[in-house]
DNA sequence: ATACATTGTTGACAGTGACTACTTAAGGGC
DNA sequence: GCCCTTAAGTAGTCACTGTCAACAATGTAT
């Protein structure tokens, strides 16, 4: 649309490309450093462009994080809509989930989680972030109601779950779990523990799940 | 010692005054941005006078990361003399030294975990990392042969201890727990569900860790 | 049509990391 | 004692960044 053979004064939507531009460049994640300037570079447009749209460097950087938190939360809906499947496979169907978001938009995951950018947003970036614990919440309240996860304090449980899951993320983003891929071993025989914590001893019986069952299946950590 | 008056020619030991001086820099974490004129700025030194001593920023932030994982896991053997104790206050105190340890050098703590600089690094880095896992899996170990941890495939345990253990530290440097400092709630609450996951059928009998038992006492998170 | 607000461009500034040429101090062989 | 090699520190360049101010092109309301 905007491929004008002579490049248009007026861009029409700069402030979207922008951010879809800079998402990509986030997605590569070849150990790249964020510039403003290559942004504007890629985009087409003059190197102060960006500066309409955003006052700073920081503020793209924080709206990038809020749609990398509302993009986050859509994949952990879209994970879990085979209810039918017991507690313990959707606990561990929306942690595959969780981490193999981190592991497919690395910078962008770490950019949601970097101190220094949410504090210069504050209050908007917490809802979206909230959003994504509610989805955790969600399942633990539905769990203890059906009896099959431990009655115990809902935050303590949803904190264990919660810091499992980002750091799992967190060290498969940096290659210090084996490298295959989310869903292989390491992450699943993490959830396997957490999940002993949190089932309620009776459905406990059932038997592990099932790639962390065999001491053979548990792929030893790989330091890089 | 190389206090001297008028700055002597030769420094005397200015590598080791360099890495002190970034360590500072390191510790206070003011949203700062580490960058080496200001280490030869506040070392009282010329802006490429540590370039005689680091080929470039990234060895000199290797070696950082390195000796933070060396004083990382100074810091859990310090945290786990007394082993009279249950097993799982054992590992309730190396886990809140290792989430202390990670509040009180952020950045530290952060740049050890860096992918860009770790893979510059390589090897060595890799040495020092593992040592401080290897504290993890021997209690571990321990835990498994005294029956008090479930006969389970001891990666996927240390895979959930180390992941659970190192969300918590960044949660918690991000800002994203509740403001209290560590050995707080969150953290105490987190480290009940690991260790009842942990534990064998036998010993979960006892009481869960205090400070996670009643549920007025494990705050609610706080995102900032 | 004309004034105005919006958007994009250009040029400049200070600050950075990498690098190089220069200068000074220290120590060893004679 | 002297000279010379070498290590350590200094100064300055280069390319790049984030940011800002001035300017130009465009669209819009009157």
């Known amino acids: 649309m905007q491929d004008a053979p002579n490049r248009p004064y007026h861009h029409g939507d700069l ?61 952990l ?23 193999a978001f981190g592991t497919e938009n690395p910078a962008l995951y770490r950019l949601m989680y970097s101190a ?5 947003v504050g209050i908007h970036l917490n ?24 009655k115990r304090p809902i935050e303590g449980q949803a904190a264990a779950g919660w810091g499992l899951v980002h750091g799992m993320t967190m060290l498969a983003i940096d ?5 295959e891929k989310v869903g292989s071993a390491p992450l699943d025989a993490a959830l396997s523990t957490l999940v002993e914590g949190l089932g309620s001893p009776e459905t406990l019986r059932a038997p592990a799940i099932r790639s962390a069952r065999g001491p053979g299946r548990v792929k030893t950590f790989c330091f890089r």
């Open 15 to 75: 402030r979207r490309t922008v951010i879809e531009t800079a998402l990509d460049m986030l997605r590569e994640e070849k150990g790249w450093q964020f510039t403003l300037r290559e942004v504007a570079r890629r985009a087409g447009v003059s190197h102060a462009a960006p500066y309409k749209h955003f006052p700073d460097k920081a503020a793209l950087l924080a709206e990038l994080a809020m749609i990398g938190f509302d993009r986050l939360r859509e994949s």
């Open 77 to 99: 809906s879209a994970a879990k809509p085979t209810a039918s499947n017991s507690l313990r496979e959707e606990i561990t169907t929306i942690a595959r989930a969780y981490v």
């Open 116 to 120: 220094e950018e949410g504090q210069a």
């Open 127 to 150: 809802e979206r972030a909230l959003a994504v614990f509610d989805v955790l919440l969600e399942v633990l309240r539905r769990g203890q109601a059906a009896g099959s996860i431990r």
């Open 175 to 179: 290659g210090l779990l084996v490298p």
